[in-house]
T-cell receptor
């Protein structure tokens, strides 16, 4: 079974509007971390936001927020006030592990969502 | 300032000709990772180092090797590249305090 599922291959949003990118995950671990990365056409993976499984508050980083619904195993990324520069591929990823804060575990990535922001 | 640096950004090699990709970091992170990302696919972990301890993914082909001579540098060696090895190769470092991985800009490998 896939660890990370991103069901939207492509999304379109008008500039200045908000957009939600979906992500669901599958794990039996109690401790895990969820990440969103942005990958522009240049190829670099840019870290956007992180949510720990024990974090009670939804993570926010500027225009990015993570809508974490633990019971539904979803970790949707919300981008507010979209900008043309937000056009990129967005990957949701998960790190499993019982050791909170461990970076030794691999990241499982979803297939990504290509976001296009139009004027 | 660049924190994870990969050289070269673009590499062209011939079928069967060994190639080495390099990664360096200024973050002093003790974990370094190599991922392979083929076109329109998610990144796939090849291996990682915790300090000098090497950890290979079970499905990483023997054709791929890695070296980490010190904390700052890590190399990916492809001994006999095949056409199927053409991909973007991403290096990342691990930060325990923020529990995330920071990626370099990647090296796009073309095999002729």
């Amino acid at each position: 079974a896939q660890k990370i599922t991103q069901t939207q291959p492509g999304m379109f949003v008008q500039e200045k509007e908000a957009v939600t990118l979906d992500c669901t995950y599958d794990t039996s671990d109690q401790s895990y971390g969820l990440f969103w990365y942005k990958q522009p056409s240049s190829g670099e993976m840019i870290f956007l936001i992180y949510q720990g499984s024990y974090d009670e508050q939804n993570a926010t980083e500027g225009r990015y927020s993570l809508n974490f619904q633990k019971a539904r195993k979803s970790a949707n990324l919300v981008i507010s006030a979209s900008q043309l520069g937000d056009s990129a591929m967005y990957f949701c990823a998960m790190r499993e592990g019982n050791d909170r804060g461990s970076t030794l575990g691999r990241l499982y990535f979803g297939r990504g969502t290509q976001l296009t922001v139009w004027p | 300032d660049a924190m994870v640096i990969q050289n070269p950004r673009y590499q062209v090699t011939q079928f069967g000709k060994p190639v080495t990709l390099s990664c360096s970091q200024t973050l002093n992170h003790n974990v370094m990772y190599w991922y392979q990302q083929k076109s329109s696919q998610a990144p796939k972990l090849l291996f990682h180092y915790y300090d000098k301890d090497f950890n290979n993914e079970a499905d990483t082909p023997d054709n791929f090797q890695s070296r980490r001579p010190n904390t700052s540098f890590c190399f990916l060696d492809i001994r006999s590249p095949g056409l199927g090895d053409a991909a973007m190769y991403l290096c990342a470092t691990g930060d325990r305090s923020r529990d995330t991985q920071y990626f370099g800009p990647g090296t796009r490998l073309t095999v002729l």
